[in-house]
C-alpha cells in the first residue's frame, strides 16, 4: 500500500528541515559528550552539574543486538568544558571499575 503525501505533509517536512537547520546554526559552537550506555547515573549526575553541561537524548547508529538506532544521552556544551568532562568521565569510570 503506497501513501500520497499532501501539501499539509509537504509544509511538515520543509518546516522540520528549517528548524534543524536553525538548531544546527544556533548549536555551532557546542560539542556532545557521549555518554556511554550502563554508565553509573551518579557520575552523570556529577559531570552535568560540575561542568554545567545540559543532558539531551540523541538518535545514534548502535551495533548491538538487532538495534538500528538507539537514544543515547548526551551532554551538551562549548568544547574546553566537553574535553574537562570526558577526562573526568573516564577518570570515574576507571576508579569505579577498580572498586568493584
Do not use: C
Amino acid at each position: 500500500m503506497h501513501r500520497t503525501l499532501n501539501l499539509d505533509d509537504l509544509i511538515a517536512q520543509k518546516a522540520k528541515k528549517d528548524v534543524e537547520k536553525d538548531l544546527e546554526m544556533t548549536n555551532e559552537s557546542l560539542y556532545d559528550l557521549i555518554i556511554p550506555p550502563g554508565t553509573v547515573v551518579s557520575i552523570i549526575y556529577d559531570i552535568v552539574e560540575e561542568f554545567d553541561l545540559e543532558p539531551i537524548t540523541r538518535k545514534m547508529p548502535v551495533s548491538i543486538a538487532n538495534s538500528e538506532e538507539r537514544e543515547i544521552l548526551v551532554l551538551r556544551g562549548p568544547l574546553e568544558k566537553v574535553q574537562a568532562a570526558e577526562a573526568f568521565l573516564y577518570e570515574e569510570m576507571k576508579s569505579w571499575i577498580e572498586n568493584q
